[in-house]
Each structure stands twice: as structure tokens, then as C-alpha cells.
């Protein structure tokens, strides 16, 4: 029996380890060695055994990632060192002052600079006894932070224990917990979809989950982080900061790979200048560039204020927020009939990009946000998201402000506005509102929906105003002769627009269901939607209870389909669709060799578009997908390929050459 526990304990040994190794392949390498079945395998039989020797589970256990329970507050720590912050500069000439001050200061005549890039996060301290994480505590006021072990925990680069490579048993370290913008733009997605108010930016984004009380919803966000400082080592600290960033990755924590070691101040400031046009490519936001003395000797000689290190200096970029006047809030009417508050602005410049109308989410962003039409207001253009506005500048009021009152009139089509029960959004209750039809238009032919080319915003406009398109069935009934009354259509053209809507008959049924534009219903639920009836009679005749049976769709996504089957328009519009040879069932299951396969196109391919190539894998029975993620089976790379490729080759896909592509499909 006593056998059979050390058999156990072994195993759980074993397996810790070996996960907290994949995990750092994956998380802070970048290289997974095993597919994510494999990994869920290791830890389901972890936390098997866990659950039956609750005494053998290990502190650094990847299953306490998430299983901390919610606390009522955090408990305040005291930093074992002060967290200083950095002194701040704007331009190339303080940064030469701040050189000169460094030189002077150790009576030198060259000091060797590294430099880093500013992370806009929040500062994070952690410690690590005996190589075990122990505590994750926030900055705080840089003497006492919060205590927010268990949410750190949750970011899977964190490691729960120091790498067996290093020597170090006990240290404390500092970074950047960040969310990146790709994560921060997701999350605000699902959290207006959701009735919640967005995050003005990703550093909000980041503090408010590291913040939250509950670690299983700061689990639920992306976060990731970097770190910079080695503020305490067991084993002597190494010499130069740039070794210090080398020890802390041999202990298998995150570091910027952005670092750069320089001789001469005009060589970092050449170095700066290069990241300022480039900042918006670092997939996380840098709100500037760190210069740090490198030698650990020469920064414990120049010392630090009562709130700066004197070697080190911030250089911010221009910054993403600007004050401009709210000129007035208009009103958008989007494909069901949302009305989204939109800001005009007074055009400002911030941080090289004109902008001049921002987004204000809701009805309820603009009240909870108290803004007034003529308020100075602050705006933001962050994490590549649409601009947005912060605050007002209560202060720069005038008493000339007029408050903001939503339409009782749909301003475009002057219908009815309702406002359903259990709703926030108000909407124009008119389905054949011109607003609408467009947006429901755009919708259709956009990329992920029917893919048609060439029927893009301005034409819409021209085709609903001039009533040749009354609704989406309307686009299969136009003809060349018809498109060349409208201003600025050239033969040419409508000829070319006419092959496009011609050949999108092709998309899948799946396709044709997202591009309804039914709400509730993105391109994932239409593929469960479509592979569970297989066609549109089928659908037609499900109840909610039925649909509510479908993996992945609850009672909201059921209810909303249900509801546009029911409207008599609805079914005379699929009906049109279907009488336009458009396809309303699933094809036949399992034919053609590609059958399961899901491709991913990047670059321009020379034999044949991007139209062509997803025509010709559909046939074979793949299908195309519009990123890489998990169920992606070929990349297909052409010339000037997009960061779709350097995705797929860092997440091991299989790499096809246009040429590889041909010969799949000829079946060779
Ligand atoms: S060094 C005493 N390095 O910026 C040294 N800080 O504005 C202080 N930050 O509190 C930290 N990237 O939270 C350092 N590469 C970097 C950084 C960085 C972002 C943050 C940090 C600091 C704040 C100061």
C-alpha cells in the first residue's frame, strides 16, 4: 500500500513537472512540443490524482492556477524593496541631458545604455521562495501594494516554480502584467454584446482584472506578462541588467526579446527614433522606451531619489489621448436596428492619426460618462481599437453645454423607436429602414459571410438609395444593364460586380446563415446550426426547445432564430434566396478527399484569387477558415504574406506553397 503512495507521489511529481515544462514551451518559448489533447491528457491525469491524494498535491501545482475562491478584499503587503517609478522625458535633447547627468555623475566618458521597451500595464512585484511562487502583490503606492497572488497565478507565463536550470532558490522580480490588444478588443466585444461597459484601453483592461476579486474572472481574461527587474536574488546578481534579463529567462519567466544593449547615447536615440513609427506593430501597447545603465555597479553608485532610479529614464511617445470639443453625438442605425451614439469631434491629432468621430458604445456609456454636446472631452486611440471618448473636462465647462437626448424618432427613416424589456439598446422597429437594409447588406457580402467583392459600402449606398436593392434576394436579380445607371459604374464594372454576386450562390449553407445577419448568430453557432439540420426546411420546422438541443446555442440564440423564422418577411425573403439557386441545405456529408480539412489562405496567390481557392477547397469537400486557430489544418502562403503566416509557423501548422496547394488539389 505504502508502495502504491510512492508510486503516486512520483507520478504527481512527474507530471507537475512536466506540464510546468510544456508550459513554458508554449507560453513564453512560443514552441509547444505536444498538441493541446496532449496537454489536457498530462493534466486531467494530474488533477485525477489530486483529487484522490489531496495530501500529495504540490504548491507549485498547475491546478491551482484557477482554484483559488474569491476573497472579500485584498490583503495589503509590504514590498521587501520600494517600487520606484521612472522619471519621464518627450525628447531626444533630455535624453542627451540625462547622458551627460549619468557621465558626470560616475566621471566617465562612455556608459554602456540598455534599452527597453515601456510596457503600458501595471507594475507587478513577485516572490518566489524557494523556488516557489509565494506572493504576487501590486504596486501600490511603491511601499505597500495588494496582495493579488491568486489572480497572478492565473497567467499561464507566470511559472508556479523557477525553472530546474537555475540555481536560484529565492528571489524577487518585477514586470508588466499587460493585456494584448488582440485580447483587449475581444473582450470588449463580448462585453458590449454582453450589456457591460468596455474598457477604455488595455492598461484599464489589465488593472481592473488583475484587480478583481474573484481569480476565476481574472482567469477568464487575457492577460500576459514581461518582466524587467531583478530586485533581490540568493545567489549574487549578475553584473549587468542585461544579464539579469538573461537569468530571470533561464528561470523560465517572460522577457521583452525587444531589449537592446547600445554604446553612445546617439546610437539609442537612433534606436527610439525606429520604434517611434513602429510602436502599433509590438502586439501589446509601449507607451515608450525605456534607457537604462547597464552596468549593475554603475546603477548602485548613481543611486535613486526618493522616487526615481537616477539610471534610468522613461522616454514617453506621443501620447494616444488628446482633448479636443464634442461637437455633437449623432445617431447610427445598425443591421438590427441599434442605435449606437456616435461622437463628432473637433479633428485632433493623436499620435499621428486624424481623428474626428468616436465611438460612445450606448445610450448608457453616454449617460454614466455625463457627457454633454460642446464638452472639451478626452479621447483615446488605443490598442488599434476605434477611438473613444474618456471623460469630459468637467473643469473647461461654460455653462454653454446642452445635454444629450436619444431620438424618439429613428432618425434616419423616421419610424418608431422601442426599447424591448430586457434590453438596453433602443431600436428602429422598421425592418425595411434604409439604415438598416444597408448595414444587412454589408453584412451579406462581407468576407466571412457570402464573400462578395466589389459590393462594398458606397455602392450599397447608391443601390438602396436609387431602390434597385430592396434587401439581400435583391442583389441576385441585378444585372450589368441595370448597375450602369448608377453614377460612376462603368460597364466594366457591373460586369465584374454581377460575376461576383453570381458566384457567391456557391457558399455554403452555413455562410448563407450568418449572412442573414440573424442576432445572435456568429459564423461558429451557423456551422452548429447548419450541421445539426442540414437544411433550411429542417430549421424551418424546429422549436426553440429543438434548437436549444444544438451544442453551443443556449435559450437567447435559440429564441432569436425562432423569432426571424417566424416573421412572414423572413420566410418570403429565403424563399426568394432559394428560388436564386442559392443553397439551403448542407452538401453531402463526407464527400471529397478534403473532407474535415480546414485551410487558411495568407498572401495573394498567382494562379487563381482568394475566391477561386476557397470555390475550389469547398468543393473537395474543406472547408476556409479566416484565422489560424486550433482546427486550421494547411496555411496556403502566397506572395506578401499577412502575420497570418508567422502565426501559423509558430503554432507548427502545415506550411503549403502555392505549388503544394495546386498539387493537393489535383490530388497528387
Ligand atoms: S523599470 C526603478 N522597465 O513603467 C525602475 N519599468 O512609469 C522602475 N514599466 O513603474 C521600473 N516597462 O510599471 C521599468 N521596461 C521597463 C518598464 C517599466 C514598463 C513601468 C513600470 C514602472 C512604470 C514607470
Known sequence: MKDDKEAVRERIGELTRQISHHDRRYYVDDSPEISDFEYDMLLKELSDLEARYPE???????????????????????????????????????LREFDKRVRRWLAVDAVEYIVEPKIDGLGIALLYKDGVLSRGATRGDGRIGEDVTSNVKTIRSIPLRLSSSSDIDSMEIRGEVYMPKDGFKLLNRKR?????????????????????????????????????????????????????????????????????????????????????????????????????????????????????????????????????????????????????PVAILEPVDIGGVTVSRATLHNEGEVARKKLMIGDRVLVERAGDVIPQVVKPIIEARTGGEKPFRMPILCPVCGSRIVREADEAVRRCDNASCSAQVKERLAHFCSRDAMDIDGVGPSLIDQLVDSGLVRDVAGLYVLTPEMLTTLEGVAEKSSRSIVEAIDASRTRRFDRLLFALGIRHVGSTTARDIASAFGSIEALMSASVEDLSKVRGIGEVVASSVRHFLDNPTNLA?????????????????????????????????????????????????????????????FVVVGENPGSKAQKARKMNKHILSEEEFLAMLEGR
Open 573 to 633: 425573403l429565403l424563399e426568394r434566396l432559394k428560388a436564386a439557386h442559392l443553397k439551403t441545405a448542407v452538401e453531402e456529408p463526407d464527400s471529397g478527399p478534403l473532407q474535415g480539412r480546414t485551410f487558411l489562405f495568407t498572401g495573394e496567390l498567382e494562379s487563381m484569387s482568394r475566391q477561386e481557392a476557397t470555390v475550389a477547397v469547398e468543393a473537395l469537400g474543406g472547408t476556409v477558415g479566416s484565422s489560424v486557430t486550433k482546427s486550421t489544418d
Open 192 to 340: 458590449e454584446e454582453a450589456g457591460e461597459q468596455p474598457f477604455a484601453n488595455p492598461r484599464n483592461a489589465a488593472a481592473g482584472s488583475i484587480r478583481q476579486l474573484d481569480p476565476k474572472i481574472a482567469a477568464s481574461r487575457p492577460l500576459e506578462a514581461i518582466f524587467y527587474t531583478l530586485s533581490y536574488s540568493s545567489e549574487p546578481t549578475p553584473d549587468t541588467q542585461s544579464a539579469c534579463l538573461e537569468t530571470l529567462r533561464n528561470a523560465g519567466l517572460r522577457t521583452s526579446p525587444l531589449t537592446r544593449v547600445f554604446r553612445t547615447i546617439d546610437e539609442v536615440i537612433e534606436h527610439i527614433s525606429s520604434w517611434e513609427s513602429r510602436r502599433d506593430d509590438v502586439e501589446y501597447e509601449i507607451d515608450g522606451m525605456v534607457v537604462k545603465v547597464n552596468s549593475s555597479e554603475q546603477q548602485k553608485r548613481l543611486g535613486a531619489t526618493a522616487k526615481n532610479p537616477r539610471w534610468a529614464i522613461a522616454y514617453k511617445f506621443p501620447a494616444k489621448q488628446m482633448t479636443t470639443i464634442l461637437l455633437d453625438i449623432l445617431i447610427q442605425v445598425g443591421r438590427t436596428g441599434a442605435l449606437t
Open 56 to 94: 500529495l498535491v504540490l504548491p507549485e501545482s498547475p491546478t491551482s492556477r484557477v482554484s483559488g475562491s474569491p476573497l472579500d478584499e485584498f490583503a495589503q503587503v509590504e514590498h521587501m524593496m520600494h517600487m520606484l517609478s521612472l522619471d519621464n522625458c518627450y525628447s531626444h535633447e533630455e
